[in-house]
């Protein structure tokens, strides 16, 4: 998926390939990780809101929150 021919279907791969990242980022204590699993999370988050998806909008919002907020712990 590209994020100019299907946005939806990108931004869902995003999602979850921020969510591994992040796993993965906090399983061998990488910042770096676990910064571009925030930087995925973001990207899917903008498209989300650019579809007005009600659904996923307020998921990607809240674990971009949850993944803030335990980096800066």
């Known amino acids: 998926y ?4 299907v946005p939806l279907h990108w931004a869902i791969t995003q999602f ?3 969510e591994v990242l992040w796993l993965l980022g906090r399983r061998q204590a990488d910042d770096a990780l676990q910064r571009q699993a925030m930087t995925a ?7 989300f809101r650019a579809a007005g998806d ?7 919002e809240q674990r971009l929150a949850a993944m803030k907020a ?3 712990q």
Not at 55 to 60: E, F, G, N
């Open 16 to 18: 979850n390939l921020g």
């Open 70 to 72: 335990a980096l800066h």
């Open 41 to 47: 999370v973001s990207d899917a988050l903008e498209i």
């Open 54 to 60: 009600g659904h996923r909008t307020p998921i990607a």
């Open 2 to 5: 590209t994020r100019d021919r």
